[in-house]
């Protein structure tokens, strides 16, 4: 392995595969790597969850990016890394930047109601994980949701919706859409806006979003 590459680290969305970053390009000296969701084991904890996810990343001062979901969990995964940057997109960096109906699924349950036993066969899951009033956009996301693991997404969805995490970690770089409809900008602090940008601007924008990167990266 090239010792002079950067290592780069990509956790994917809640149920999302590893097409997500299809649109994603750096140059050769940046070594891309996808990590894949592992099936919790039975009542694991988010942290003991993100622990094991972090057995993945092999190298020291590597950079960690999690997307959506992910970059809850790239926040968990940071206490077990040494790392030269941790960014996350379209996320949140604490419990304050949820929007309200997730406080309210948290504080109510409801989260335990979406049939994920019927995942991709129904809209539930997918305008639980993109957003409301975004039909015509969630056809390109929803091919790429092809974790249908029942154990893993009756567990994905409780770990988000009761996320506790008070205070942000010092040093996360957070990139998120002006027009992120599931975690509305409006809750957000201290990130770089990108301009028009929705929840699956990983996707449709992924030219601005591998730029930006290299912005942050070469810093």
């Known amino acids: 392995m090239n010792s002079k590459k950067t290592h780069v680290y990509f956790v994917p969305g ?10 994603i390009k750096f140059p050769e000296k940046y070594e891309i790597h996808i990590l894949e969701w592992l099936i919790p084991d039975k009542n694991e ?5 993100a622990k094991r996810m972090a057995l ?16 809850v969990v790239v926040q968990e ?28 699924a948290s504080f109510t349950k409801a989260y335990k109601l979406i049939p994920t036993s019927l995942v991709l066969s129904v809209e539930d899951l997918t305008k639980f994980s993109i957003g409301p009033k975004t ?5 390109l996301y929803q091919q790429y949701l092809h974790v249908r693991d029942k154990k893993y997404l009756d567990w994905a969805l409780e770990k988000m919706v009761t996320w506790n995490q008070k205070e942000k970690i010092e040093g996360v770089i957070h990139i998120h859409g ?3 409809m599931v975690f509305p900008i409006k ?22 979003i591998s730029d930006k990167l290299l912005e942050i990266f070469e810093e």
């Open 14 to 23: 809640l149920a999302a595969g590893t097409e997500i970053f299809r649109n």
């Open 45 to 49: 904890s988010l942290q003991a969850y």
């Open 56 to 71: 993945f990343v092999k190298e020291k001062d590597a950079i960690l990016i999690g997307v959506s979901f992910g970059g």
């Open 77 to 104: 995964m940071h206490d077990f890394l040494k790392l030269k940057k941790l960014i996350i997109i379209s996320s949140v960096k604490t419990q304050s930047e949820l929007p309200r109906r997730m406080k309210l």
């Open 135 to 139: 039909k015509k956009r969630l056809s």
């Open 178 to 180: 002006e027009k992120d």
């Open 187 to 208: 809750y957000i602090e201290d990130c770089t806006v990108i301009k028009g940008g929705t929840h699956i601007m990983i996707l449709n924008k992924g030219r601005e």
